[in-house]
Structure formats: structure tokens, C-alpha cells
């Protein structure tokens, strides 16, 4: 029998800056009014010029690490969740570990988009649970407002910076990771995506004058998938550890959308007040959005020891994933 791991503490990290509706009116053809009713946003955090994807995921993990009252020379594992590093090359990690101290531990960044947090949290988790006396920082961490066309009213009223971390290590409790599974359809890979940048079309004067740096989004077709997604993903989870609706305590779902959320979780048969949502604050942050959101739950009270809550990540990719902690 494979042993226990739990979550020991968890931090998180917004910019100071925050963009509003009626910031954005002034900016693209839009209103207060028609964002917050198609997607339940009312502001979003924007990082400044000074301030890199690794900043945020720093000041994460360290709320994170005092949180569990662990030394960052514990740290076994650095792994940050992100589809906007500071550069190409190194990984974010590496940033992160050299700036907490983490100087024992491996580091290395996951690609999954909206999903990246959930996929880093299971290899964090399988990382502790085949090691003795493991510990992980799992992070994920977001500036996509860097990568946001301004112009494109459809997408910037959207996205927003921010960063959540986890640590992970042995259970000396009934607590533990139940379940993690994830999955992705490549074939819709161009229904989000950045087009320009890597291998396939790299960068040059006609690409940044294309505008093919920022994301592209078909948002009906996105829409239609994630409500199918986050609804699947939760039976999925629910069935797997045996559970039902009512023995769930919590859902933390990627913050996509109001209108994804609230039919996704009635699908599941799951109530409203049982999905914890924070979209209104700041926006969708993708890998971000996960434990940013477990970190506000747990803060707020909405998470006790014994409890069994779900975590939902979907997006670009396609790629999907779930977890189930017993926390």
C-alpha cells in the first residue's frame, strides 16, 4: 500500500495593480455591464513592467513554505505550472528555487495551460509518495496580461496575473492525495493558442506586426468544451473515490467563467455553494487560477482537515485534469 501524502501549506501572490470593467471600457469597445454578465469578471490583476512570472511565483511559494513551517533547504522539488515564463530559456523553476534558497532541490517548469497546476500537483505528488521523506513546491504562476492583445476586445476582457503554490509531503494523518488523472485532445490544439514564437513559425518583424504573439481564442468552441470538461471531470473524480455529491466539502475549478462554472456543476450534480469561485477578482489566470483559488478557500475557512475536495483544471491543448484530496 503506497503511503500518504497531503498538502502542508499553501501562499499566494496578485499584483498590486488592478484593471477594472470601467477601466476597460475606456480601452476596447465594451461595457461593465456585457463582461460581467458573460463571464462574471469585474476586475483583474495586472503585473507592471518591473515584474516577471517568477517574481510571482517567488513571493507564492514563500507564503507557501511558512505556511507548512518548511525550510526552503527541505525542498526536494521545485515545479512551476506556467504558459508565460520570464524567457525561453532557463525554466522558471530554476528562478524560483535560486531566489527562495531551495538549494537541494531539482527544479523545472510544466506546459498544460488552464490545466498546469492540476498536472504539476499529481508529479508533485508522485514525487513525494515514491520518495522517503519528500517535499515539493508546487506553483503555478501567470503574467498574461504580457501576452494579451489590448485590441481584441473578445480576449482582453479575459486574462489576469497572479500566482498560487502548494507544498506537498508525507501524511501523518488520515489526510492524503485520493486521486489524479488527466488527459488532452491534441487535435484541437489551435481552438487556444499563441501562433507565433517557437519552432513552427519563430519570431520576426512580420510576426510582431501580425499581432502573433498574443492569444487566439474561439471562444463559442471553448465555451461548449468546458462546460462538457469540468462536469466530466468531477463525476470522474467522485466516482473514482467513491463519493458522492454530498461528500464532497469543496470544488475548486479552474476560474474560466461564471457561465462555465455554475451549468458545469449542476451537470455534476454539485452545488453552487459548494464551487468556490473568485473569477470576479481576478479574472481567468490560467495556471495560476487553481491555487490561487485553493489558497483564498483554505484562508477563508471553506477547507477543514478531514475534508474532501476537488480540483478542476481544463484548457488550451486541449488538456484536462482532476484531482481529489482528503485534506
Known sequence: ?????????????????????????????????????????????????????????????????????????????????????????PACACHVQDRLGAKNAGAYDLSAACAGFVYAFAAGTDFVRARDNAKALVIGSECLTKMTDFTDRTSCIIFGDGAGAVVVGDSNDDSDVLYCNMGSDGGQADMMMIPAGGSRVPATH??????????????REVFKFA???????????????????????LVVPHQVNMRVIEPASQRAGIPIEKVFMNIEKYGNTSGASVPLALAEAVKEGRVERGDHIILVGFGAGLAWAVSVVRW
Open 206 to 219: 512580420q510576426t510582431v506586426d501580425d499581432r502573433m504573439h498574443y492569444m487566439k481564442i474561439r471562444g
Open 1 to 89: 500500500m503506497s503511503k500518504k501524502v497531503r498538502v502542508l501549506g499553501v501562499g499566494s501572490e496578485v499584483p498590486d495593480k488592478v484593471l477594472t470593467n470601467s477601466d476597460l471600457e475606456k480601452m476596447v469597445e465594451t461595457s461593465d455591464e456585457w463582461i460581467t454578465q458573460r463571464t462574471g469578471i469585474k476586475e483583474r490583476r495586472v503585473a507592471d513592467e518591473n515584474t516577471a512570472t517568477s517574481d510571482l511565483a517567488t513571493a507564492a511559494g514563500r507564503k507557501a513554505l511558512e505556511d507548512a513551517g518548511v525550510d526552503p533547504a527541505d525542498l526536494d522539488l521545485v515545479i512551476v505550472a506556467t504558459t508565460s515564463p520570464d524567457e525561453p530559456l
Open 227 to 249: 462546460v462538457r470538461k469540468m462536469s466530466d471531470l468531477m463525476l470522474e473524480g467522485m466516482e473514482k473515490c467513491g463519493l458522492t455529491p454530498e461528500d464532497v466539502a
